[in-house]
């Protein structure tokens, strides 16, 4: 399977991060990446960190979930979103979380950590990991892959 890590600068606009995003996904799969890996907080790189607070998305709905779950169907490749804040139930709080998607464009996987935005700073940390699926099976092999180029 060929994996592609996508390194990108962000920047406060996440319409324009999420556009260079999907143009690195398009990339990778067109270089015949099977699996498209993005860094964290590809979504937005704010001015301070309540600025997450702003675009948290509800799970299962938003802009940044729905380009990740149209690229990996669309492309017909696995999507990991590096970093993207989801919103809890309390408004002071976001769960930076991390999300996997299949070729159908099913989340498959996901993994949160919330942090408080209070103004002493972040003070608070929980985590929860979920899965449904196994991405690819069987010994990486590094040796032979560099000899296959890829």
């Known amino acids: 399977m060929k994996i592609a890590a996508c390194q990108m600068v962000s920047g406060p606009d ?3 991060n999420l556009t260079e995003a999907a143009r690195l996904i398009a990339e ?3 270089g015949g990446a099977r699996l498209v890996a993005l860094p964290e907080y590809f ?12 675009i948290a998305e509800p799970p299962g709905q938003g802009p940044i979930q729905a380009m990740l779950r149209d690229a990996a169907r ?3 490749l696995w999507v990991v979103g590096g970093t993207l ?7 002071l709080h976001v769960a930076n979380t991390t999300l996997v998607f299949s070729p159908e464009g099913a989340q498959v ?9 209070a103004s002493s700073g972040m003070v608070s940390m929980w985590s929860r990991r979920t ?10 092999r590094p040796a032979m892959n560099r000899a296959r180029g890829s």
């Open 28 to 30: 990778a799969a067109s």
């Open 85 to 91: 804040p989801m919103a809890t139930p309390d408004p």
């Open 74 to 76: 669309d492309l017909g």
């Open 14 to 16: 996440v319409a324009a």
């Open 43 to 54: 979504c937005l790189m704010g001015q301070r960190d309540s600025d997450k607070l702003a």
């Open 109 to 117: 996987a996901s993994v949160a950590r919330r942090w408080s935005m």
């Open 131 to 140: 899965a449904s699926a196994c991405i690819g099976s069987g010994p990486w």
